[in-house]
């Protein structure tokens, strides 16, 4: 399958709904990770999820995935109710993901680690891999040019039958996302994808965000580079001990007193701030410099 190139009109507000988070609480023990988690993401859309650390971002899409189970509330996708489930289902239903660490198969090659994102859709059985049929020789075959072209799409370069553990850290990131990508997923959940990333690197991760949305495929990703965020973002959600506390626009946003105190502590000058960061521009705000920018 050739990855489609084409750009989509942007979904708005009134697509169709593919993830609906209802009341969701994780707690572990006594302490609530998240408590009452509601928001949406809709077809085709480019959400963040953002908020300081320990804030419940990961465990709430731990739960979305099936790593953990919600102690209270609903997630649906595409209105089937996937609370619960196991990992392996829900990402036969359309979801895959990567994770703040990477998660790759170190002694494996690069294309083997793409192919691995495939298991689920290669045409062949036991007896097929056992016999080494036609039908075995016509899936590897067909299983290894996908992984190529996924590989071509986020720009990953060198040689593909190295092991994917000598490879830098930028490119073994992108391994991991052709990987989530070769799944063919309605949906696709990053964790930190920017974590460890130089500036050349994060500009190159800003437009595969931009390209794999130009798919249809919708994107939600928990990020700390704010910069990065209010470029890619159609909408945000940002949360604060595991309760959300914004959902807007990056406009929205960037100048909500809840978020600035969220990240900046409470205080009798946040309206102010709030109306100071209001007229900045996305680098004053995070402190980017001018080598940075260019």
């Given at each position: 399958m050739t990855a489609p190139v084409g750009i989509r009109e942007a979904p708005g507000e009134n697509a169709p709904r593919l993830l609906e988070v209802e009341a969701m609480t994780?707690?572990?023990?006594?302490?609530?990770?998240?408590d009452g988690l509601s928001f949406g993401v809709n077809e085709g859309e480019v959400l963040s999820v953002i908020g300081p650390n320990g804030a419940g971002k990961t465990s709430a899409f731990n739960c979305i995935t099936g790593f953990y189970k919600p102690s209270g509330g609903h997630v649906r996708l595409g209105g089937v109710d996937i609370t619960g489930k196991r990992p392996a289902r829900i990402a036969a239903?359309?979801?895959?993901?990567?994770?703040?660490?990477?998660?790759l198969f170190g002694e494996?090659?690069?294309?083997?680690?793409?192919?691995?994102?495939?298991?689920?859709?290669?045409?062949?059985?036991?007896?097929d891999a056992i016999l080494h049929?036609?039908?075995?020789?016509?899936?590897?075959?067909?299983?290894?040019?996908?992984?190529?072209r996924?590989?071509?799409?986020?720009?990953?370069?060198?040689?593909?039958?190295?092991?994917?553990?000598?490879?830098?850290?930028?490119?073994?990131?992108?391994?991991?996302?052709a990987r989530a990508l070769a799944r063919e997923p309605r949906m696709l959940l990053l964790d930190e994808p920017a974590a460890g990333l130089n500036h050349n690197e994060k500009e190159q991760l800003?437009?595969?965000l931009r390209r794999i949305s130009d798919l249809g495929t919708a994107v939600v990703l928990i990020e700390h580079d704010m910069g990065l965020v209010m470029q890619v973002s159609e909408r945000i959600v940002v949360l604060n001990y595991g309760r959300e506390i914004a959902d807007g626009t990056p406009t929205q946003i960037r100048s909500n007193p809840a978020v600035i105190e969220a990240y900046?502590?409470?205080?009798?000058?946040?309206?102010?701030?709030?109306?100071?960061?209001?007229?900045q521009s996305d680098d004053q705000i995070f402190g980017r410099t001018e080598g940075e920018q260019a």
């Open positions: 994780v707690a572990f023990g006594g302490v609530t990770a998240v239903m359309g979801v895959a993901r990567t994770f703040q660490n990477l998660r494996l090659s690069v294309l083997d680690n793409v192919r691995a994102g495939m298991h689920v859709r290669i045409k062949q059985n036991a007896f049929t036609p039908r075995y020789h016509r899936s590897e075959q067909e299983a290894t040019d996908e992984a190529n996924w590989l071509d799409f986020v720009g990953s370069r060198g040689n593909r039958y190295n092991e994917v553990r000598n490879l830098p850290y930028g490119e073994q990131r992108r391994v991991e996302i800003l437009d595969l900046l502590g409470a205080g009798d000058d946040v309206e102010e701030e709030a109306e100071k960061i209001a007229h």
